[in-house]
């Protein structure tokens, strides 16, 4: 049973406009949240992370908002860029551990 | 070179042979990872070092085996495999154990026939 959960296998989205990937979470337990991207042929890299102790966090173009009564969290992207079709990867640290869980990720396609 | 490097990209083996991927990092990280990925599924953690010292080992079946000679090196070594066992296997490092960001590889291609 998935944990971390991205419903959207793909997405495609204009550039110039806001891409916004969602992810859902069931352990209530997690209280850290990251976002990698992956281009093929490379692995992940790491994007932007969010504490459970805030409900946004912003670095850029990327802003992530997490909604913890919802369990829910998004990664915004604003203005989307051709450079940002990837495919996106939420995960999540529970307050034991160390381990990220992951999703499954979504594909992000940026239409010029 | 810098960053996380693996070697091979790609690997195609046979159910009896005996392989070995291997990772190195080039950050002074404390922490190493295997994960795998399968087509459309969520990376799974398989291994954890941390100095040296394995911290976690995922149900992973014997047919695989990590090695940490040292923080740079990691190696995963393969006998016997499956054709469910084809993947991208991914090698990543990190400064220490837990909100640390974790750096990865390329990953290794593997298709098992």
């Known amino acids: 049973d998935q944990q971390v959960k991205q419903n959207s296998p793909s997405l495609s989205v204009q550039e110039g406009r806001i891409s916004i990937l969602n992810c859902d979470y069931t352990n209530s337990m997690f209280d850290y949240f990251l976002w990698y991207k992956k281009y093929p042929a490379e692995g992940p890299t790491f994007l932007i992370s969010i504490s459970s102790i805030k409900d946004k966090n912003e670095d850029g173009r990327f802003t992530v908002f997490l909604n913890k009564s919802a369990k829910h969290l998004s990664l915004h992207i604003v203005p989307s860029q051709p450079g940002d079709s990837a495919v996106y990867f939420c995960a999540a640290i529970p307050n034991s551990n160390y381990q990220l869980i992951w999703g499954a990720g979504t594909k992000l396609i940026i239409k010029p | 070179e810098t960053g996380v490097t693996q070697t091979p990209r790609h690997l195609v083996m046979g159910m009896t042979n005996k392989k070995s991927l291997k990772c190195e990092q080039h950050?002074?990280?404390?922490?190493m990872y295997w994960y795998k990925q399968s087509a459309k599924k969520p990376l799974e953690l398989m291994f954890v070092y941390s100095l040296e010292e394995r911290v976690e080992n995922n149900s992973v079946p014997s047919r695989f085996s990590p090695e940490c000679p040292n923080s740079s090196h990691l190696f995963l070594h393969l006998h016997t495999l499956q054709p469910e066992d084809s993947a991208l296997y991914l090698c990543a490092s990190s400064q220490g154990l837990g909100r640390y960001e974790q750096y990865f590889g390329p990953g290794t291609r593997l298709t098992v026939t």
């Open positions: 950050l002074g990280h404390n922490a």
